[in-house]
């Protein structure tokens, strides 16, 4: 006798169906992952294959001169488009940027031996995007830190090209003495203390808003709000959206803080007022009564103390010094509508530096 077809509920086949789509979801996620980091190594041992040819002394760098035309010529002859004469020079400039050791050292490795030491010298973690936007950085410390925050955060192609532009690396060492600043290449961005989520200033070109135009701190508040997500990524780790203009009553007034948020890796709430006009000492009272409620009646025992920051279009720090006390976790972040002048963070985080290794100098 033949057994019945057990019949499924709609339900039962909805959960069947989602089972197996999310499988299906995951093996293609590893599929392309696998891909793509095959890729990587494959680019990178043709970079060194090209190199190594290269380096074969002055008769073979001479013949070298037209070796890429050639070389990508038979290539595409072969394996078709996707090895052009630029994608090959890219290459070469990948092994160059990432090798581990001396060219001389690896000349002898034959063709087996090289895709199998390849691993072993390099764990790349991201995608060919990636690394051609991280070969376009100069410096190897700025270049490390968002190679590292790229892996940490699983920035996309289109975020890492955003924090590049935006000089996040140079923002936050422009707040960080010259031994932090080498732990953000090695280490990425850490949390530790409430002033290591300072950057200077917050980019936040993508609300929409022009710098020359009027606009209220509604509509600057609105246009974050819209922005969410970037302006959280602007805004660095850890950071959870908890409310705008969130009310709380105190003697029987009621006040509104623009934005609240939490970060799980201070562990603490993260009090935003924006300010549009130059920030008054009245500002700074205000943010202190706000930061000081949340730690009263607001703060866990197991929490960290409140943070507050004023995010303005300007400010005089003589004033916020003379105004809050030494040991408030209060800060005065200006903001920018466009992204920063590269070149003058540079020259800034240069003439920083040097101050820094004079001063130190000048206590040896």
Same mark, same amino acid.
């Given at each position: 006798m033949l057994m019945e077809e057990k019949n499924l509920t709609p339900a039962g086949e909805n959960e069947l169906f989602a089972h197996v789509s999310a499988l299906i979801e995951q093996s293609r996620q590893q599929v392309a992952? *696998? =891909?793509?980091? *095959?890729? =990587? $190594?494959t680019y990178y041992g043709v970079g060194r294959y090209i190199v190594e040819f290269e380096q074969g002394g002055e008769k073979r760098a001479e013949y070298g001169k037209g070796v890429l035309k050639r070389l990508s010529e038979r290539l595409t002859e072969k394996y078709g488009n996707g090895w052009s004469e630029e994608? +090959?020079?890219?290459?070469r400039k990948f092994y160059q940027i990432y090798k581990i050791g001396s060219t001389s050292q690896t000349q002898s490795l034959g063709t087996t031996e090289l895709v199998h030491s390849v691993d072993q010298m390099y764990n790349f973690t991201l995608s060919w995007n990636h690394y051609q936007i991280l070969m376009r950085i100069d410096n190897p410390q700025a270049r490390s830190f968002y190679e590292i925050e790229a892996h940490n955060q699983q920035w996309s192609v289109r975020q890492l090209q @955003?924090? =590049?532009?935006?000089? +996040? $690396?140079? @923002?936050?060492?422009?707040?960080r003495n010259k031994d932090e600043v080498m732990r953000l290449a090695n280490e990425g961005q850490t949390f530790e203390k409430p002033i290591d989520i300072i950057k200077n200033p917050l980019v936040l070109e993508f609300v929409g808003l022009k710098p020359d135009s009027s606009y209220s701190e509604t509509d600057l508040e609105s246009a974050i709000i819209d922005k969410l997500q970037m302006f959280l990524l602007e805004m660095g780790k850890g950071f959870l959206f908890e *409310? @705008?203009?969130k009310r709380f009553t105190f003697d029987e007034d009621n006040f509104y803080v623009d934005l609240v948020f939490y970060n799980r890796l201070l562990q603490c709430f993260v009090l935003i007022d924006l300010k549009i006009d130059k920030l008054t000492h009245q500002d700074l009272g205000q943010m202190q009564m706000y930061v000081n409620y949340y730690d009263r009646y607001e703060k866990q025992d197991f929490e960290k103390p409140t943070i507050g920051i004023l995010l303005c279009k300007e400010k005089n720090d003589a004033l916020v010094e003379l105004t809050l006390p030494k040991d408030a976790n209060i800060y005065a972040q200006q903001y920018a509508l466009c992204l920063p002048d590269k070149a003058l963070l540079l020259q800034k985080l240069n003439e920083w530096t040097e101050e820094f290794e004079n001063q130190k100098e000048v206590r040896l």
């Amino acid at each position: 006798m033949l057994m019945e077809e057990k019949n499924l509920t709609p339900a039962g086949e909805n959960e069947l169906f989602a089972h197996v789509s999310a499988l299906i979801e995951q093996s293609r996620q590893q599929v392309a992952k *696998a =891909v793509n980091t *095959a890729m =990587v $190594y494959t680019y990178y041992g043709v970079g060194r294959y090209i190199v190594e040819f290269e380096q074969g002394g002055e008769k073979r760098a001479e013949y070298g001169k037209g070796v890429l035309k050639r070389l990508s010529e038979r290539l595409t002859e072969k394996y078709g488009n996707g090895w052009s004469e630029e994608t +090959l020079k890219k290459c070469r400039k990948f092994y160059q940027i990432y090798k581990i050791g001396s060219t001389s050292q690896t000349q002898s490795l034959g063709t087996t031996e090289l895709v199998h030491s390849v691993d072993q010298m390099y764990n790349f973690t991201l995608s060919w995007n990636h690394y051609q936007i991280l070969m376009r950085i100069d410096n190897p410390q700025a270049r490390s830190f968002y190679e590292i925050e790229a892996h940490n955060q699983q920035w996309s192609v289109r975020q890492l090209q @955003r924090q =590049v532009g935006s000089s +996040l $690396y140079e @923002r936050l060492a422009l707040s960080r003495n010259k031994d932090e600043v080498m732990r953000l290449a090695n280490e990425g961005q850490t949390f530790e203390k409430p002033i290591d989520i300072i950057k200077n200033p917050l980019v936040l070109e993508f609300v929409g808003l022009k710098p020359d135009s009027s606009y209220s701190e509604t509509d600057l508040e609105s246009a974050i709000i819209d922005k969410l997500q970037m302006f959280l990524l602007e805004m660095g780790k850890g950071f959870l959206f908890e *409310a @705008r203009q969130k009310r709380f009553t105190f003697d029987e007034d009621n006040f509104y803080v623009d934005l609240v948020f939490y970060n799980r890796l201070l562990q603490c709430f993260v009090l935003i007022d924006l300010k549009i006009d130059k920030l008054t000492h009245q500002d700074l009272g205000q943010m202190q009564m706000y930061v000081n409620y949340y730690d009263r009646y607001e703060k866990q025992d197991f929490e960290k103390p409140t943070i507050g920051i004023l995010l303005c279009k300007e400010k005089n720090d003589a004033l916020v010094e003379l105004t809050l006390p030494k040991d408030a976790n209060i800060y005065a972040q200006q903001y920018a509508l466009c992204l920063p002048d590269k070149a003058l963070l540079l020259q800034k985080l240069n003439e920083w530096t040097e101050e820094f290794e004079n001063q130190k100098e000048v206590r040896l």
